[in-house]
């Protein structure tokens, strides 16, 4: 197939005068919203609703960060101290404020509009994380209009979009969905500059905006995560520097002024928790949570590579095209646009692989460069016609591979086999095949689309259908619900030998975590108590009611799965005598 338009260099975009239309339904589509920006927007915004929100209402609390970021916002709003970050009695300072407050947000806005217990919905505190996910598509479609043409930007926010690790995230109510919104939005504004130094632009008087952009966003990042948004800009800004032999084109970013105005917004809350805190705060987070994890914290140690392996499933559907445009990416790298988006992946990525302690979303601030990477290698047609070809089967294995592992995951838990996910998983491997099956180098756009609605299908499949149903994988809920139907007033709680953070975010902040013989004193204290006790804590527990004399009655027992721990647990509901 002969191309209709000049091919544009990474970092000189410009629009082809006659859209190319690969001939099919999905390419026709994007001919359509390749016509204004106002239209790509609207676009992406609807597909990432239709991506995102399958499962978002429905999935409860997934044990163990999600919960105890919602349970200390819930703390938060309980008390009105918006300084302080805790669990129940503990101090949580291994991340900074900025989650907690947009979660805050959240629910006071929800409780406003007269939503019924919104503090105790899980589903009001993941809202700040789909939206930093929508902002975070929507913002690599704005950066890469700085590298590629419009058609290509809308393929790299696609798959930023239907990217496995990001849906994920957006349905967690955890601080890395919005992490990635300020990172893409700091380093598009910093390759906004770049570039324009590079062309020669604007050098009288370089425009504030992307200045403002960018130091916003760090700010914005600081108080999300803490300085982890510090490294991917300035590692970018070292190897930059270092490879044009020239950092001059920094000054466009007013750094001086920048500086300034993110200590403006972020230094009130350090103050006010050294303040409250004193140096638990910094030695917390700086000392327990950030330095730690150069060895391997909470057993998520693992050696170096890890996150190449995993990129294969968590980046799908854009892995294989990926991959096959890495040749010409590489050939390309001493272009202008190409050498910034190399810069903000490679030397960021061998930190984090060197690093002891990994989890999979560690590497997302990193996704955006490769999606516009690729992106631009599929406008340009110089995919590799290499064994790297054969990666296109992944298309349909992933589908394979997720539906075959749904279903049976949803017959040992909940002996059904999840029908209602079978008509979106029969639709996901057809998209799934198309993609593989049609893919060459010419058509590629084509292949990614059809990738693009199986992800969609998987997503509906899954995250819609088959998590929700999983009621064994999420035990705190029906022991919340069993709590609810209680006929006294104001029950109280306490858990022995299962202590996960769902069960304190849906059973109230006081409920107490002890052990079988505490669970024990815990009903000899009153009436209208409960407690929650594992089965492998049954025996001290009885042992404990025996020696004080305590009488009581046995109510619902609720069988589940640990997926923390790994195991299968059983828990005992007690009640104190005269509870009904």
Same mark, same amino acid.
């Given at each position: 197939?002969?191309?209709?338009?000049?091919?544009?260099?990474?970092?000189?975009?410009?629009?082809?005068?006659?859209?190319?239309?690969?001939?099919?339904?999905?390419?026709?589509?994007?001919?359509?919203?390749?016509?204004?920006?106002?239209?790509?927007?609207?676009?992406?915004?609807?597909?990432?609703?239709?991506?995102?929100?399958?499962?978002?209402?429905?999935?409860?609390?997934?044990?163990?960060?999600?919960?105890?970021?919602?349970?200390?916002?819930?703390?938060?709003?309980?008390?009105?101290?918006?300084?302080?970050?805790?669990?129940?009695?503990?101090?949580?300072?291994?991340?900074?404020?900025?989650?907690?407050?947009?979660?805050?947000?959240?629910?006071?806005?929800?409780?406003?509009?007269?939503?019924?217990?919104?503090?105790?919905?899980?589903?009001?505190?993941?809202?700040?994380?789909?939206?930093?996910?929508?902002?975070?598509?929507?913002?690599?479609?704005?950066?890469?209009?700085?590298?590629?043409?419009?058609?290509?930007?809308?393929?790299?926010?696609?798959?930023?979009?239907?990217?496995?690790?990001?849906?994920?995230?957006?349905?967690?109510?955890?601080?890395?969905?919005?992490?990635?919104?300020?990172?893409?939005?700091?380093?598009?504004?910093?390759?906004?500059?770049?570039?324009?130094?590079?062309?020669? +632009?604007?050098?009288?008087? /370089? =425009?504030?905006? !992307?200045?403002?952009? $960018? @130091?916003?966003?760090?700010?914005? &990042?600081?108080? *999300?995560?803490?300085?982890?948004?510090?490294?991917?800009?300035?590692?970018?800004?070292?190897?930059?520097?270092?490879?044009?032999?020239?950092?001059?084109?920094?000054?466009?970013?007013?750094?001086?002024?920048?500086?300034?105005?993110?200590?403006?917004?972020?230094?009130?809350?350090?103050?006010?928790?050294?303040?409250?805190?004193?140096?638990?705060?910094?030695?917390?987070?700086?000392?327990?949570?950030?330095?730690?994890?150069?060895?391997?914290? +909470?057993?998520?140690?693992? /050696? =170096?590579?890890? !996150?190449?392996?995993? $990129? @294969?499933?968590?980046?799908?559907? &854009?892995?294989? *095209?990926?991959?096959?445009?890495?040749?010409?990416?590489?050939?390309?790298?001493?272009?202008?646009?190409?050498?910034?988006?190399?810069?903000?992946?490679?030397?960021?990525?061998?930190?984090?692989?060197?690093?002891?302690?990994?989890?999979?979303?560690?590497?997302?601030?990193?996704?955006?460069?490769?999606?516009?990477?690729?992106?631009?290698?599929?406008?340009?047609?110089?995919?590799?016609?290499?064994?790297?070809?054969?990666?296109?089967?992944?298309?349909?294995?992933?589908?394979?591979?997720?539906?075959?592992?749904?279903?049976?995951?949803?017959?040992?838990?909940?002996?059904?086999?999840?029908?209602?996910?079978?008509?979106?998983?029969?639709?996901?491997?057809?998209?799934?095949?198309?993609?593989?099956?049609?893919?060459?180098?010419?058509?590629?756009?084509?292949?990614?689309?059809?990738?693009?609605?199986?992800?969609?299908?998987?997503?509906?499949?899954?995250?819609?259908?088959?998590?929700?149903?999983?009621?064994?994988?999420?035990?705190?809920?029906?022991?919340?619900?069993?709590?609810?139907?209680?006929?006294?007033?104001?029950?109280?709680?306490?858990?022995?030998?299962?202590?996960?953070?769902?069960?304190?975010?849906?059973?109230?902040?006081?409920?107490?975590?002890?052990?079988?013989?505490?669970?024990?004193?815990?009903?000899?204290?009153?009436?209208?108590?409960?407690?929650?006790?594992?089965?492998?804590?049954?025996?001290?527990?009885?042992?404990?009611?025996?020696?004080?004399?305590?009488?009581?009655?046995?109510?619902?027992?609720?069988?589940?799965?640990?997926?923390?721990?790994?195991?299968?647990?059983?828990?005992?509901?007690?009640?104190?005598?005269?509870?009904?």
């Amino acid at each position: 197939m002969v191309e209709t338009y000049a091919r544009p260099r990474f970092g000189a975009p410009r629009e082809p005068k006659t859209p190319v239309n690969p001939g099919s339904r999905l390419a026709g589509l994007i001919d359509i919203v390749t016509a204004s920006n106002g239209r790509a927007v609207g676009f992406l915004l609807v597909f990432a609703l239709l991506i995102f929100l399958p499962g978002f209402f429905t999935i409860p609390p997934i044990d163990r960060d999600e919960p105890r970021f919602a349970q200390a916002t819930k703390q938060m709003v309980e008390s009105r101290d918006y300084v302080d970050i805790r669990f129940q009695e503990d101090v949580r300072y291994k991340k900074p404020v900025g989650i907690y407050w947009l979660q805050t947000i959240a629910v006071d806005t929800a409780s406003a509009l007269g939503l019924p217990r919104a503090e105790l919905r899980i589903w009001v505190y993941r809202l700040p994380s789909l939206l930093g996910a929508i902002g975070a598509v929507l913002m690599t479609y704005w950066a890469a209009l700085g590298f590629v043409t419009r058609r290509a930007a809308i393929l790299a926010a696609l798959m930023m979009c239907a990217s496995v690790l990001l849906g994920v995230e957006a349905r967690l109510a955890k601080t890395d969905a919005m992490l990635l919104l300020t990172v893409v939005s700091a380093m598009g504004a910093m390759a906004r500059v770049y570039l324009s130094w590079q062309r020669g +632009e604007d050098e009288a008087h /370089p =425009p504030w905006t !992307y200045p403002a952009i $960018f @130091w916003t966003s760090i700010a914005a &990042g600081i108080l *999300l995560k803490g300085p982890l948004i510090l490294m991917f800009a300035g590692l970018t800004i070292i190897v930059l520097a270092i490879q044009d032999r020239d950092s001059s084109w920094l000054w466009r970013l007013r750094p001086l002024w920048g500086l300034m105005w993110t200590l403006v917004l972020v230094l009130p809350w350090f103050i006010a928790i050294f303040w409250k805190a004193g140096e638990a705060f910094f030695q917390d987070s700086v000392g327990g949570d950030m330095l730690s994890k150069l060895g391997a914290q +909470e057993s998520h140690g693992a /050696p =170096p590579g890890l !996150y190449l392996l995993l $990129f @294969w499933v968590t980046f799908w559907p &854009g892995a294989p *095209l990926a991959a096959m445009a890495a040749p010409a990416v590489w050939r390309a790298r001493r272009e202008p646009g190409a050498q910034f988006l190399l810069a903000w992946l490679i030397p960021s990525w061998i930190v984090l692989e060197a690093v002891l302690t990994k989890l999979p979303h560690y590497v997302l601030p990193l996704y955006p460069a490769i999606a516009i990477l690729t992106a631009g290698a599929v406008e340009r047609r110089v995919l590799s016609r290499s064994w790297l070809m054969r990666g296109a089967a992944w298309w349909f294995l992933i589908p394979v591979l997720g539906s075959i592992i749904a279903v049976i995951g949803a017959v040992m838990l909940t002996r059904q086999p999840a029908f209602a996910a079978w008509p979106f998983i029969a639709a996901a491997l057809i998209f799934g095949l198309f993609a593989w099956w049609l893919y060459d180098n010419n058509r590629a756009e084509r292949s990614l689309l059809n990738a693009m609605v199986a992800a969609l299908m998987l997503a509906f499949a899954i995250y819609g259908v088959v998590l929700p149903s999983l009621t064994p994988l999420f035990p705190s809920q029906e022991i919340a619900r069993a709590l609810r139907n209680v006929t006294c007033v104001g029950p109280k709680a306490a858990a022995a030998g299962y202590h996960e953070p769902s069960l304190v975010f849906m059973t109230g902040t006081s409920t107490l975590l002890t052990d079988g013989s505490g669970a024990a004193d815990f009903l000899k204290q009153g009436r209208c108590r409960y407690a929650l006790v594992e089965q492998r804590s049954e025996r001290s527990f009885a042992q404990r009611a025996e020696a004080i004399g305590l009488h009581y009655k046995v109510g619902a027992r609720v069988e589940g799965y640990n997926f923390s721990q790994g195991r299968a647990i059983s828990i005992s509901i007690f009640r104190s005598e005269g509870t009904e």
